[in-house]
């Protein structure tokens, strides 16, 4: 027998020995024992003594099992002492003689030499008890901080074993306590701090205490500081507690000048920029949207939409790897986000900025940009991805400053001069010299945004070929304009200044304006819920415009001061744009002439183009200094009125020799005579959004008089929308986006919503683009959130397989057409017009074929109508009035097999390329009939939805006169 363990049973035998010889059992002792101070302080210093003589009779603990057994046992007995004494009334004898003996000095090292897991974690136990007594001042006694940070930067060095994951979380977690009660009480920072003098410190030092550090810093001043910084990039309750904990530390510097110094002079910044830029070269290099198999959404899945290719070098959006790395990549730029708010130093925080602008703007994000392309497999697609989310993620004003400042290649401007103190100032200056010392060598000047910048990028981003390229643009577009509208105005848009700042747009020229784009959204196609669905589209658009950043400028109260400036909305670095002003949008301008390019081509885009799209063009026409006449309506310079103003001239002339009250009213009452005038629509005139627009609803009226039964199929189409909307409602599992500040809790149970809402809300979940506020094309609020890691996108490459009839889970109905009486219906040669015209129901027969040629019609691909209304590659066959007979009376032979030869004709026709060639020259995209239905019902969203903003802004931003 070893002589710890004959000593222990010794122990153990005496104690049982003296309790046989008191008549008592062990419980009652060991109770009466712990209630009573000196016997708990007699047991105490047994145990402690009992500790010494394990650790120095084992000449080798980490190679003798059983004295490190006995010591780990001898640790978690004295730690449970004290944690029980610190829980009883005073007197706690126990803890007043660990401070008086400095026992943590030996336990210390017992812990650092023994490299034993075990052991490092009951010596760790043992100082958070301490700690967490909050007696003798241990966090403020020197002996003790060096004793602890000597034993947790041996356990975490390079040379010590290797800890489990619960054993680092209590480690750091102990660091975090620290640092708490440091910023409770900064009187404790001298204890775990200090700014040694070093040999090349000048003798004039001394005089003051905010100059006596000017060298280089050391770990050893502040080993706290770094065990932190170790642990800031880890993820779970590690990082969590490690990032918390350098926050506080940081906080602290604003109190203690020497502190302030030592932190911009320490490789903080270095360390976190390096940091960022490892977690953004961790995310793939090549991208491509997509969404899980089993989850895709409805509005995807009756659509022409296919799963992208993957490889090892092109990773999904839906895979959970690529959501983790991208999680942690958002959660690091939200630390550095954190830092620079709860840092109260100007010196530090400008530090920090200027090491995230040289080591990751310059040298990381834009070369990705610049480096990227459409037609290596996705390499745009990322980065466009990864700044959006970025763009998303961040609210600082500094920070998004710097990043939109330095990629759209505005004017450089230095940071504003320091206030601090000299000695602080010139450690700023010799690390910021450093800096662009270290970065010199590798910075490119031929590739920088002077020559190449984002607009750049975007401009030829949204020309190109790649569906997945042209969605991801559109929404890193969209995110500027809704979040930092103020960058875009000179860069990414031309605009005009306004100079008035009364409105142009007359009641009755207002009119007209919503009665031509109601009557756009009603010929597309008729729906019995169209007016409760445009209610909802009012309530979304007043939510979007009120919630836009310009907007508080607008419609918030002033203040005494006559302003509305938010505290803290603006960056405090110069060159920041000017306060926006009032602006509308040049017809010229080469960002909308691209969306109308897109949107040209509305009905075989794919799906996600056209959610992106529609939003896009939504957002530039929400800030309310971007006035919308003269590009999204018709300019007010250019209306034409019926010219009846010659029957007044008389009138005129006698009122100017009456009674002048009487001719003041009755000049008001020609004003309002006059603003109430309803203009003669040109369509020349129109500008050339709302002529695409009509060139769109025309193209319905080609499709819905080539394609049988068109609104049939169309009405269909709504109701699966519909179906699954509501079941997207219920409570389920699914991950929702955090709800808006200004969305009212009674939406939830609002009645039903557009046929298309809360689909396009889970098309962009993963990529964390919030939505906004239950819009039908998936709009976006401004939380920011989540959110998650990347968008739904996909190609538009039409399919076969699953394109011709719409999945299980998606009901079309088709056994019992909805729709009443008093919907239009197109005309068809299968339908009996007497039957639907007398509510007669249609025999089973006639029921079943229509099903069977309505599956035929969704399979069938088509293209863009021409000008002449003709329908490529082919007219449909004309069904004549014998097919329809034969349908009727045929039900398992003829009709089936009429159906199917149709069927086989269409797949002869339009089997093999997906794509064929019109004139020789221009491929024409081909897609099937039910991609159309579906975009055709985004159109009609789309127009309602631009119906709602045009009236709530008349109202909100009083942009229609009466007089």
């Not at 945004?449 to 975007?458: E, H, S």
Request: aromatic share 6%; net charge negative.
């Amino acid at each position: 027998m070893t002589p710890s363990k004959l000593w222990r049973s010794t122990i153990q035998l005496t104690d049982q020995w003296q309790r046989l010889i008191a008549g008592t059992s062990l419980a009652p002792a060991a109770k009466a024992n712990a209630n009573n101070p000196e016997k708990r302080l007699a047991r105490f210093k047994r145990e402690y003594s009992q500790l010494l003589q394990i650790w120095r009779g084992s000449s080798n603990v980490s190679q003798d099992n059983e004295a490190a057994e006995n010591l780990r046992t001898s640790l978690q007995q004295l730690t449970s002492i004290l944690g029980d004494e610190s829980r009883r009334p005073l007197p706690h004898p126990c803890i007043a003689f660990a401070a008086s003996k400095e026992l943590y000095i030996p336990i210390g090292k017992i812990a650092t030499t023994a490299y034993n897991e075990g052991i490092i974690r009951e010596g760790v136990g043992f100082f958070s008890t301490l700690i967490d007594s909050e007696e003798e001042d241990f966090v403020e006694n020197d002996g003790f901080s060096k004793a602890l940070m000597n034993l947790l930067v041996r356990i975490t060095g390079p040379n010590s074993i290797r800890l489990s994951f619960d054993t680092e979380i209590e480690v750091v977690e102990l660091a975090f306590n620290i640092t708490t009660k440091i910023r409770l009480d900064p009187d404790i920072l001298p204890a775990w701090f200090t700014a040694q003098a070093r040999e090349d410190e000048s003798e004039e030092a001394e005089r003051d205490a905010h100059e006596k550090f000017t060298g280089k810093t050391h770990k050893e001043d502040f080993p706290l500081f770094y065990l932190l910084l170790d642990y800031i990039h880890e993820e779970g309750r590690i990082g969590d507690f490690a990032r918390t904990g350098l926050l506080y530390i940081i906080e602290a510097a604003s109190n203690s000048p020497a502190l302030e110094q030592w932190i911009i002079e320490s490789d903080l910044a270095t360390h976190m920029a390096t940091g960022l830029g490892a977690l953004y070269s961790q995310l793939s290099r090549k991208l491509v949207i997509d969404h899980p198999r089993d989850e895709l959404p409805p509005i995807l899945a009756l659509s022409d939409y296919e799963h992208p290719i993957t490889t090892s070098e092109i990773i999904s959006s839906a895979s959970s790897d690529f959501q983790g790395h991208m999680e942690t990549f958002l959660s690091h730029l939200v630390f550095w986000q954190d830092v620079l708010n709860h840092c109260k130093s100007v010196e530090v925080k400008q530090t920090l900025l200027e090491h995230f602008q040289v080591i990751f703007l310059q040298q990381l994000l834009y070369p990705s940009l610049l480096e990227s392309s459409d037609v290596d497999g996705g390499s745009s697609v990322a980065v466009l991805t990864y700044l959006r989310r970025i763009l998303e993620s961040l609210e600082h004003p500094d920070m998004i400053h710097l990043i939109l400042h330095y990629l759209l290649a505005l004017p450089d401007t230095a940071l504003s001069p320091s206030t601090s103190r000299a000695s602080v100032s010139a450690a700023r200056k010799r690390k910021s010299m450093d800096l662009a010392t270290m970065m010199a060598s590798s910075v490119d000047i031929s590739s920088t945004p002077a020559l190449y910048n984002l607009v750049d990028l975007i401009q030829g981003s949204l020309k190109s070929r790649s569906q997945q390229t042209i969605s991801v643009t559109l929404q890193l577009v969209s995110v500027i304009l809704r979040r930092h509208h103020r960058y875009a105005v000179s860069t990414l848009l031309w605009t005009s200044q306004i100079l008035h700042h009364g409105p142009e747009r007359t009641i009755g020229t207002h009119d007209r304006q919503m009665e031509f784009l109601l009557t756009l959204a009603g010929d597309v196609g008729s729906d019995d819920n169209i007016n409760e669905v445009y209610e909802n589209h009012i309530k979304d658009s007043m939510s979007v415009l009120e919630s836009h950043q310009c907007s508080i400028d607008l419609i918030a109260p002033k203040t005494a001061g006559g302003t509305t400036k938010l505290p803290g909305a603006q960056a405090t670095i110069p060159g920041a744009p000017r306060d926006i002003r009032l602006h509308t949008l040049r017809p010229e301008d080469p960002m909308l002439t691209t969306l109308l390019e897109i949107l040209g081509t509305f009905f075989t885009n794919a799906v996600e183009t056209n959610l992106s799209l529609t939003g896009t063009i939504v957002d530039l026409a929400t800030c309310g200094f971007m006035r919308i006449d003269g590009w999204l309506l018709p300019d007010p310079s250019k209306y034409v009125y019926n010219d009846d103003d010659e029957e007044d001239a008389g009138d005129r002339y006698f009122d100017s020799i009456g009674d002048p009250i009487e001719i003041q009213e009755k000049a008001q009452m020609r004003a309002l005579k006059k603003a109430r005038k309803t203009p003669i629509w040109i369509k020349s005139q129109l500008p050339p959004l709302l002529q695409t627009l009509n060139m769109l609803v025309d193209q319905v009226s080609n499709y819905r008089s080539e394609i049988p039964r068109f609104d049939n199929i169309l009405q269909q189409r709504r109701d699966a929308f519909q179906a699954a909307s509501s079941a997207i409602a219920t409570p389920i599992p699914i991950r929702q986006p955090p709800r808006s500040s200004f969305e009212s809790p009674s939406r939830d149970v609002s009645p039903p919503r557009s046929t298309f809402d809360s689909l396009a809300q889970r098309i962009f979940p993963e990529l964390g683009t919030p939505s906004r506020s239950h819009s039908p094309r998936g709009r976006r609020s401004q939380d920011q959130q989540r959110s998650t890691a990347s968008g739904g996108h996909g190609f538009a490459t039409p399919i076969t397989s699953r394109g011709a009839v719409p999945p299980l889970q998606f009901p079309m109905g088709l056994e019992t057409p909805s729709g009443g009486t008093s919907r239009a219906f197109s005309p068809s040669p299968l339908r009996d017009a007497q039957s639907v015209l007398h509510g007669q129901t249609p025999p089973a027969s006639q029921v079943a074929a229509f099903a069977a040629v309505d599956q035929s019609t969704l399979a069938r691909k088509v293209g863009l109508p021409s000008a002449k209304g003709e329908i490529s590659p082919i007219p449909f066959p004309d069904l004549t009035e014998n097919d329809s007979r034969t349908a009727e009376s045929n039900t398992d032979g003829a009709a089936e097999s009429k159906i199917a030869t149709g069927k086989d004709q269409v797949e002869e026709s339009s089997s093999g390329e997906a794509e064929v060639e019109a004139k020789g020259e221009i491929e024409e995209k081909l897609v099937t009939v039910s991609h159309i239905l579906t975009n055709v019902i985004m159109l009609q969203e789309f127009i309602l939805d631009l119906a709602a903003l045009v009236q709530v802004r008349a109202g909100l931003f009083s942009e229609v006169k009466f007089l």
